[in-house]
C-alpha cells in the first residue's frame, strides 16, 4: 500500500512536471500601445519565454493582412535583437492623423551559446479569425478631441471596467490612468493581474493609454523595472504631448511621505527626482508644444495641496511653475473623493480631485473643453466647462 502511494505520488509530481515542461511558448499578455505620437508608437506584449520580437506594420484598409510582407520593426538594442520575455518595439517616421494595422511576433531563443542560437516556435496575434489591430497617430489639425482619466483603482478591475465601460471605443482618442492604479508591485503579474490585462481587453492594444505614476507605484521591489512596461523606449515617465488642439504635461509625483520615512527603507530619492523634474517643466512650459496649444492640461497624481512632504515639495517645486505657465486645469487623484477646487491665491488654475471610483471624460469641441464626471453606475457627478 505503501509503495503504491509512493507510485502515485511519483506519477503525480512526474505529470505536473511534464505540464510545465511543455507548457508551449505563446504570447502571455497581448500587446498595447505607448508613447503614441504624431509620428511614432511603441508596442509592448510579454511572452511566456525569452524570444526575439518583432512587428509587422501594414497600412489601413480592407486589403487583407496576408496581401504582402509588411515591413518588420525588430526589439533591439544596441543592434542586437533581445531574447526577452518583455518586448518592446518603438516605430518612427510615421505620418500624423494617420491609422496603421499591425501585428506583433515572437519567436523562442531556446538556446543561445558562442555563434549559435536555436530557434523554436513562432507566436503572434491573430490576424486570420480576427481584424488586425490597429492604431491611429496623433494630430495637432485635429479639431476635436475626447479622452477619459481613471486613477486609484488599486487593482480593483471590476471597478475599472465599470468605468471604461463608459467610454464609446470609437471616438476615444485617449486614456489617462493617474496613477496608483495597484497598490504595490513586486512582480510582472502584480500589473497585469491587477490592471493591465484588463485594459487591454477592453481598449489599450487599439486606443493609447498614457500612464502617470502615482505614488503607490513606486512600491515593492519590481518599482525599478516600471518602465520596462510603461514609455519604455523613452528618456523619462514625466513627459508632454499635443492630441488635437490639446497639449497635456503628465508630471511624476514621486512618494507622499519624506525619503527619511521608515516605510520606504531608505530606498527613495524624490526630493532630488523632483528638483530634476521641475527643471523639465520649466524648460517645457516654455517651449512652443506647450505654449502653441489652444488648450493646455496638467496632469499630476498627487495635487501638491496637502500637508505630507511630497504635496509640499510639489508645492514648492511644481505650482509655481504652472502658475506662471496658466493651464486650463489640472488632474489629480490620491484622496480617493472627488473635489473641484476654483483658482486660488496657492493655485492659480483650475484643479480637479478626480475620486478612485470615478471617470473624468475630457472632450474639447468648437471653442470649449468639458470635463464631465461620472460614477460607476453611469450617473453624472460634476460638470466644468472652459470656454475660450
Ligand atoms: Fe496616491
Request: glycine share 6%.
Amino acid at each position: 500500500m505503501k509503495s503504491l502511494r509512493s507510485l502515485l505520488t511519483c506519477l503525480m509530481l512526474f505529470s505536473v512536471f511534464s505540464a510545465f515542461a511543455e507548457e508551449g511558448f505563446r504570447l502571455s499578455h497581448d500587446p498595447y500601445l505607448q508613447n503614441l505620437g504624431t509620428d511614432e508608437v511603441t508596442i509592448v506584449w510579454v511572452a511566456n519565454k525569452p524570444s526575439v520580437g518583432w512587428v509587422e506594420l501594414a497600412p489601413d484598409g480592407d486589403e487583407s493582412f496576408y496581401s504582402e510582407a509588411w515591413p518588420r520593426f525588430f526589439d533591439t538594442k544596441n543592434g542586437i535583437k533581445r531574447a526577452t520575455k518583455v518586448h518592446s518595439v518603438r516605430i518612427t517616421g510615421l505620418k500624423p492623423g494617420t491609422r496603421y494595422r499591425y501585428r506583433v511576433y515572437s519567436q523562442e531563443v531556446v538556446e543561445h551559446t558562442g555563434y549559435f542560437v536555436q530557434y523554436g516556435a513562432i507566436a503572434a496575434t491573430n490576424v486570420y479569425s480576427k481584424k488586425p489591430l490597429s492604431f491611429k497617430t496623433n494630430d495637432y489639425n485635429k479639431p476635436d478631441v475626447s479622452f477619459a482619466v481613471v486613477n486609484d483603482i488599486h487593482g480593483n478591475n471590476r471597478l475599472l471596467e465599470n468605468l471604461l465601460k463608459q467610454c464609446d471605443k470609437e471616438t476615444t482618442d485617449l486614456v489617462f490612468f493617474n496613477g496608483d492604479m495597484i497598490s504595490i508591485a513586486d512582480k510582472e503579474e502584480d500589473y497585469f493581474n491587477g490592471f493591465m490585462d484588463k485594459a487591454t481587453q477592453l481598449f489599450a492594444s487599439e486606443i493609447p493609454m498614457y500612464y502617470v505614476r502615482g505614488n503607490h507605484e513606486t512600491r515593492g521591489s519590481f518599482a525599478t523595472s516600471f518602465q520596462d512596461y510603461f514609455s519604455p523606449r523613452v528618456e523619462t515617465i514625466y513627459q508632454v504631448f499635443r492630441q488635437g488642439p490639446v497639449c497635456f504635461v503628465m508630471l511624476d509625483c514621486g512618494e507622499d511621505k519624506p525619503d527619511t520615512d521608515l516605510e520606504y527603507y531608505g530606498i527613495t530619492a524624490y526630493d532630488e527626482y523632483r528638483t530634476e523634474q521641475a527643471a523639465w517643466l520649466k524648460n517645457i512650459l516654455e517651449s512652443p508644444i506647450y505654449k502653441d496649444a489652444p488648450y493646455k492640461v496638467i496632469l499630476c497624481h498627487m495635487p501638491g495641496i496637502g500637508d505630507w512632504h511630497g504635496e509640499r515639495d510639489i508645492a514648492k517645486k511644481f505650482i509655481p511653475l504652472i502658475n506662471n505657465a496658466a493651464p486650463d486645469v489640472m488632474l489629480s487623484g490620491h484622496y480617493h473623493r472627488y473635489t473641484r477646487h476654483e483658482p486660488n491665491d496657492k493655485v492659480s488654475f483650475p484643479l480637479i480631485v478626480n475620486a478612485n471610483n470615478m471617470l473624468i471624460k475630457g472632450e474639447v469641441k468648437g471653442n470649449a473643453l468639458t470635463l464631465t464626471v461620472y460614477d460607476q453606475q453611469g450617473k453624472m457627478v460634476d460638470r466644468f466647462e472652459i470656454k475660450k
